[in-house]
């Protein structure tokens, strides 16, 4: 990964990590790194990468979702990740790392982050959908923890327990809840948005 991203730099192209970051350049077994990127990045952002599964498996996001860097392609409905505002929130306030990549700010890798584990995973996070109902699934991260200690740095109150729900009350709160049209389009892999937002 170092290589990627000296070549990014090279080229004065600013990508995004979304999460997970703090072990860079080592990233683990079985796992992947995230980006998001300016769309008018795409082309050589996409230069830069091997097809999977040569290296590093990475998912590309952009702002808009544009030719497959949504988070649902291949499909006739490519959604973007984020709504452009968020997304375009997100590298606006990014900020480099020693290691040379570039990561969200504070409050935005909080909000971020809690957006990714509600709006895009789902059940598939972990997270119970409110405090009534236990978690169905062991997510690969402990989101709980982990959001409860950035919010608390960023002074963002998060209300016990940590569920899906608390997070997008939290996450509408902040003006980072996706507009409907955007739900309904990420409920077609979402089942909780289908079931709760919509």
Same mark, same amino acid.
């Given at each position: 990964?170092?290589?990627?991203? #000296?070549?990014?730099? @090279?080229?004065?192209?600013? *990508?995004?990590?979304?999460?997970?970051?703090?072990?860079?350049?080592?990233?683990?077994?079985?796992?992947?790194?995230?980006?998001?990127?300016? @769309?008018?990045?795409?082309? #050589?952002?996409?230069?830069?990468?091997?097809? +999977?599964?040569?290296?590093?498996?990475?998912?590309?996001? $952009?702002?808009?979702?544009?030719?497959?860097?949504?988070?649902?392609?291949?499909?006739? /409905?490519?959604?973007?990740?984020?709504?452009?505002?968020?997304?375009?929130?997100?590298?606006?306030?990014?900020?480099?790392?020693?290691?040379? +990549?570039?990561?969200?700010?504070?409050?935005?890798?909080?909000?971020?982050?809690?957006?990714?584990?509600?709006?895009?995973?789902?059940?598939?996070?972990?997270?119970?959908?409110? /405090?009534?109902?236990?978690?169905?699934?062991?997510?690969?991260?402990?989101?709980?923890?982990?959001?409860?200690?950035?919010?608390?740095?960023?002074?963002?109150?998060?209300?016990?327990? *940590?569920?899906? $729900? $608390?997070? /997008?009350?939290?996450?509408?709160?902040?003006?980072?809840?996706?507009?409907?049209?955007?739900?309904? #389009?990420?409920?077609?892999?979402?089942?909780?948005?289908? $079931?709760?937002?919509?």
């Amino acid at each position: 990964m170092d290589l990627f991203f #000296r070549r990014l730099d @090279d080229e004065g192209i600013r *990508v995004v990590v979304l999460r997970w970051f703090e072990a860079l350049p080592h990233i683990a077994p079985g796992h992947d790194l995230d980006i998001l990127i300016a @769309d008018d990045a795409i082309d #050589r952002v996409q230069a830069l990468m091997s097809c +999977w599964p040569e290296g590093q498996r990475v998912d590309c996001y $952009s702002e808009t979702g544009l030719r497959g860097t949504g988070y649902l392609p291949p499909s006739a /409905d490519n959604v973007p990740a984020f709504p452009p505002a968020i997304a375009a929130a997100i590298l606006g306030t990014a900020r480099r790392c020693d290691g040379g +990549w570039w990561v969200p700010g504070p409050r935005e890798h909080a909000l971020a982050l809690a957006y990714h584990a509600i709006y895009l995973k789902g059940y598939a996070s972990g997270l119970p959908p409110d /405090d009534r109902t236990p978690s169905s699934t062991i997510g690969s991260h402990d989101y709980s923890a982990v959001l409860t200690e950035l919010t608390a740095r960023i002074g963002v109150p998060l209300e016990p327990p *940590v569920t899906m $729900s $608390s997070l /997008d009350r939290m996450l509408a709160r902040e003006g980072w809840r996706p507009p409907p049209d955007h739900l309904r #389009r990420l409920a077609a892999r979402n089942p909780w948005i289908d $079931s709760e937002l919509l």
